[in-house]
């Protein structure tokens, strides 16, 4: 069976979406080694390969979690969005990644009308479905609880978990299946909550996520994980709240921030190739100048990208679901797990405010979590920089030049998308740049962003 690479290839663009950080926090060096330098590397790659490259990307700021930091930090939810959302951005142009779409929910008015209109398309065409459901609301103030708002424990790994999915195994929770389920607003007991909101039944999808999984390219941590959401069956899920943050759809309901992703996903490419696009017909045709697309992720989002947005998007009519997914694990720092939330991180835009970007780039992608957690060790990262620096000065590497051709050959492929090793690629053009200069500055120039991208439509 081919895969959707090969069947798609053509004069088309090709689409890199990274998730939109949560403006609830700056971002930090834990998300660089994740999907967003990743995802430079491969657009920067591609163009100077002379393909045509769209890069997506936005503010989630529609998810709960920035409206519990603005209460928790007492203040307006519209100061805590302008705030963090600055320093994201800042990050982003330190880091030298560049966006060729960039939304921004808070501050675009098309967007917000656009993606409840597209819900009432999906409704309309049942693909999701109106249907009375039973949520979970706070025992004492009768907020639903989803997201930010619950916590509890995962009963599949046990590990504590939020609303939405478990970083330790990545399993799909809600306050209904989280064990020990607690409201975080008032730390009181669930209540249950008889109320009728749209629904995506994503055992109705099986057969045409099944055919996707088989021919898109997945790493086997994902695979893995599929099968398990296979084996429990796949979930009901809802697609808007009665709750108090979010695009209002229908009667006092707001769109579930992950169904948002998922609408958004559809819509934010169409309009980029038709400016004038808004129905859910108008969106599947825009992407027609698609051929391929990539999406760069965190293994906690899992679920979304590989099962809930391919659903929405191959019962709207898209052809065919991504063409693969560049998936990364957890990224430590000295031993425990990066976290905005308790503050335990190295914040990107003042790290990269002190260090050279092409360094922190490459260090990263050295560095990565691709396939197991990684640690960033302050020491480490000394120990890279100068590594780096007597690689580039001439100093070590491979003895001579037929091997440097044969390292440099291997980090080229690194960069290929079906195969994606940026790690591979540094260690390559460090070690061949003694005998190799030249080429193994080509080879280093898309993961430490020296040469200028040429974004879509410039």
Request: charged content about 20%.
């Amino acid at each position: 069976m081919p895969t959707v690479a090969e069947e798609t290839a053509g004069s088309g663009a090709v689409l890199i979406v990274t998730p939109p950080p949560t403006p609830n926090g700056p971002l930090h060096v834990g998300h660089l080694s994740g999907p967003y330098v990743a995802g430079d590397v491969a657009a920067r790659s591609l163009r100077a390969a002379g393909r045509t490259v769209i890069t997506q990307c936005g503010l989630d700021v529609n998810q709960n979690y920035v409206l519990t930091r603005a209460q928790a930090r007492g203040e307006p939810v519209t100061e805590t969005v302008a705030h963090f959302g600055g320093l994201v951005r800042e990050a982003f142009r330190a880091a030298r990644i560049e966006y060729d779409i960039l939304s921004d929910p808070a501050t675009d008015a098309g967007y917000r009308t656009t993606i409840a209109e597209l819900l009432d398309a999906l409704v309309a065409a049942k693909i999701a479905h109106l249907q009375p459901t039973t949520l979970r609301a706070c025992g004492d103030c009768a907020r639903v609880l989803h997201h930010a708002r619950v916590l509890g424990s995962c009963p599949t790994c046990g590990a504590g978990a939020a609303g939405g999915t478990c970083e330790g195994c990545g399993a799909f929770l809600t306050a209904a299946t989280l064990v020990a389920a607690r409201s975080t607003c008032c730390d009181a007991e669930p209540c249950s909550l008889e109320v009728t909101v749209p629904v995506l039944r994503l055992e109705d999808h099986r057969e045409a996520l099944c055919e996707f999984w088989s021919r898109a390219v997945l790493p086997p941590r994902l695979r893995r994980l599929i099968g398990t959401y296979l084996d429990a069956g796949l979930p009901d899920v809802p697609l808007a709240y009665p709750t108090d943050w979010g695009i209002a759809w229908g009667d006092d309901l707001r769109v579930d921030v992950w169904a948002e992703m998922a609408v958004a996903n559809l819509f934010l490419p169409a309009r980029h190739l038709d400016p004038g696009v808004g129905t859910l017909e108008g969106c599947v045709e825009a992407w027609r100048g698609v051929d391929e697309q990539w999406i760069f992720l965190g293994i906690d989002n899992a679920f979304y990208y590989a099962v809930l947005i391919p659903a929405v998007h191959l019962a709207a009519g898209l052809p065919h679901g991504p063409t693969g997914l560049v998936v990364n694990e957890f990224y430590r720092l000295s031993g425990a797990k990066f976290s905005t939330s308790r503050g335990h991180a190295i914040w990107a835009h003042e790290f990269l405010a002190t260090e050279d970007p092409a360094l922190v780039r490459a260090f990263v992608s050295w560095d990565r979590p691709d396939s197991y957690d990684s640690d960033f060790l302050p020491e480490a990262f000394d120990a890279f920089k100068r590594r780096y620096a007597d690689a580039l000065a001439g100093d070590g590497g491979v003895a001579d030049d037929r091997l440097a051709d044969i390292e440099l050959t291997r980090g080229e492929h690194a960069l290929r998308l079906d195969h994606f090793d940026p790690a591979l690629a540094v260690r390559a053009a460090l070690s061949a740049a003694g005998r190799r200069p030249e080429r193994a500055a080509r080879l280093l120039a898309p993961v430490t962003g020296t040469e200028p991208a040429e974004p879509a439509g410039r």
